[in-house]
């Protein structure tokens, strides 16, 4: 079981902004009834500007969590939209590979930049959940489904299967103390959907936040984002990539079609879909562009024999499972499951379990 978490800002800062006060504080109370233990690392509760302002400073945070033995899990307060700017403070003089032990991580969102990161040294990361939007939920508990999860995570320090939720959210818009206890509005869930493909398949899985990946193949957000993912090598090689099975999901950005098929082609050039072995497709916030997305995957990859299997409850819809990435899983949508399955090697941290 963990005992002690460390939370890290690695994206925005929003955690230290007083407005949310009220959000850290069930997510604090909610943690310590687990009976853990809570520590902020240094530079966390500083702010959206000296958060923004100091990259260097986020990156300092995760090289003392990963030094700090008695941390178990690292959890990252939220997402954001620069984490690449960490890059030359971790991989610069191998000040992060110097440190940097296999122990529980777990974020997503623009997170995603620091699972590549963490993917490079050949950490195990988990991908679905985050301090602020999971375990800070206003409603009167965590999200039944998400709640799942995190407990098997923090329990066991695996996850073993996910299978799909019966409801998906309405994201709520009110984040005020008047939300406080406040249910969002739920809807059936139809489940696991093949698009084309073998319904069972199997790899290791990578991936995360398209906007966040498409980033590192164009500069429009920040115009040295290509340049610093490639100095680094943030995005795995054709060959790194053979039998692995891609994870996509879309943020609450909701990118219209026509962006959706710019990055999903974008992916395509590079040759992806040529290597992996499935792909994985996020369930869209709100549903926004359901059938087009559907429509633009189909239209973009064309390769009919690739597994493609749509709304997974992961990323920025609500409820989130969690995925691990690095460990061995099979699809099977026959099943309606995603089953991991760890060797010696996979032992996520002994030292929790």
């Known amino acids: 079981m963990v005992n002690k978490i460390g939370i890290v800002s690695l994206s925005s800062g929003i955690l230290g902004e007083d407005f949310i006060r009220h959000e850290i504080n069930i997510g604090i109370e909610r943690l310590t009834e687990y009976g853990m233990e809570i520590v902020f690392l240094p530079n966390a509760l500083k702010g959206l500007d000296f958060i923004k302002e100091n990259p260097q400073k986020r990156a300092e945070d995760l090289i003392d969590a990963f030094k700090e033995d008695s941390i178990d899990m690292i959890l990252c307060a939220i997402g954001g939209d620069d984490a690449y700017r960490l890059l030359p403070y971790l991989f610069e003089n191998d000040a992060l590979k110097n440190v940097v032990r296999q122990k529980i991580f777990l974020g997503f969102s623009d997170t995603t930049m620091n699972h590549f990161m963490l993917h490079k040294l050949g950490i195990k990361t988990f991908y679905g959940q985050a301090f602020l939007p999971d375990v800070c939920e206003l409603s009167k508990e965590m999200l039944p489904y998400t709640k799942q999860y995190f407990e098997e995570l923090i329990t066991t320090g695996k996850i073993k299967e996910i299978r799909p939720s019966h409801v998906w959210y309405q994201e709520r818009e009110d984040f005020s103390e008047n ?13 696991f959907e093949l698009l084309s493909g073998s319904a069972v398949f199997e790899g290791k899985i990578l991936g995360g936040c ?8 164009d500069h429009s957000r920040y115009k040295d984002t290509v340049s610093t993912c490639r100095k680094y090598n943030l995005f795995p090689s054709l060959e790194e990539w053979k039998g692995k099975i891609l994870l996509l999901e879309t943020s609450e950005e909701k990118p219209v079609p026509d962006l959706f098929r710019k990055m999903i082609r974008v992916l395509k050039n590079y040759g992806i879909f040529e290597v992996i072995s499935g792909l994985l497709i996020g369930k869209p916030q709100n549903e926004t562009y359901f059938k087009e997305y559907k429509e633009i995957l189909l239209e973009e990859i064309g390769k009919k024999d690739l597994p493609i299997v749509y709304n997974v409850n992961i990323g920025h819809a609500t409820p989130r499972c969690i995925i691990p990435f690095g460990v061995h899983s099979k699809v099977d949508v026959n099943r309606q499951v995603i089953e991991f399955f760890y060797d010696d090697e996979d032992e996520i941290n002994e030292k929790t379990i």
């Open 179 to 191: 939300a406080v206890g406040i249910s969002m509005n739920s809807y059936v869930n139809d489940g």
């Open 210 to 217: 398209l906007e966040s990946i498409y980033d590192m193949f």
